[in-house]
């Protein structure tokens, strides 16, 4: 059970490239989330799933899409990355209205 | 929006002493959670409060429900080298998106 995985661990992008984060989970979670964390301002919501084939926006979505194909995936999407997007990325999986469980992140930089 | 307002920021205490570190927030949450976080790695989740006024432990850490449901605590006792980190809690309102609010993390030293 290997829980919440992340790929890739860590990636440098030159600004106006693109790139994908996946996530998986193997907990059968409903609900799926993404997070971005940056020093001093903790985690912060982009985008979240409540099941499959369904997305919506969170707190700082723009810049980012999303697709949940597969009930244990959910991918993140940067169409033209950008240095204000350097950050770290948290993805999170939970039953509904339970507690979230977290992957172990993805290091971006955008040069 | 929702805020949470975690303290203190930081601390930097001696093995063995107990820890104690706060949210607060001018919202109502029906859930509290309390996250750690060690360099390099994803949150993971030390005690879910489901109820207001509900009293939790988990080994040396307990964390309560404020009965107003607008806070929250969590105490380490006799704090060792492994507790260093940083601590977030987070506040979840509940709706049919369960999304979690989150406060801005308490960075906890321990000098052996």
């Known amino acids: 059970n290997a829980g919440v995985t992340q790929t890739p661990k860590f990636r440098v992008l030159k600004t106006g490239q693109s790139m994908t984060l996946l996530c998986a989970q193997d907990?059968?979670?409903?609900?799926m989330y993404w997070y971005r964390q940056d020093p001093g301002m903790g985690l912060r919501l982009i985008h979240y799933?409540?099941?499959?084939?369904?997305?919506a926006k969170g707190e700082v979505p723009d810049g980012y899409n999303v697709s949940r194909l597969k009930k244990q995936n959910f991918l993140l999407g940067l169409e033209s990355a950008a240095p204000s997007q350097t950050s770290v990325y948290f993805c999170?999986?939970?039953?509904?209205?339970?507690?979230?469980?977290f992957g172990p992140g993805t290091r971006l930089l955008v040069l | 929006g929702q805020q949470l307002n975690q303290s203190p920021q930081s601390m930097f205490i001696q093995e063995g002493e107990d820890v104690s570190m706060n949210c607060t927030s001018s919202s109502i949450f029906n859930t509290w959670l309390w996250y750690k976080q060690d360099p390099g790695e994803g949150p993971v989740l030390l005690i879910a409060?489901?109820?207001?006024?509900e009293l939790t432990s988990n080994g040396r850490l307990t964390a309560q429900f404020g009965i107003t449901r607008k806070d929250s605590f969590l105490n380490i006792s006799a704090s060792i080298p492994s507790d260093v980190g940083i601590y977030f809690c987070a506040g979840g309102s509940g709706g049919s998106q369960g999304n979690l609010i989150f406060g801005k993390g308490t960075k906890l030293s321990v000098k052996p």
């Open positions: 907990m059968n979670h409903e609900y």
């Open positions: 409060l489901y109820k207001a006024g």
């Open positions: 999170a999986s939970s039953y509904p209205l339970r507690t979230q469980y």
């Open positions: 799933s409540v099941g499959e084939g369904t997305t």
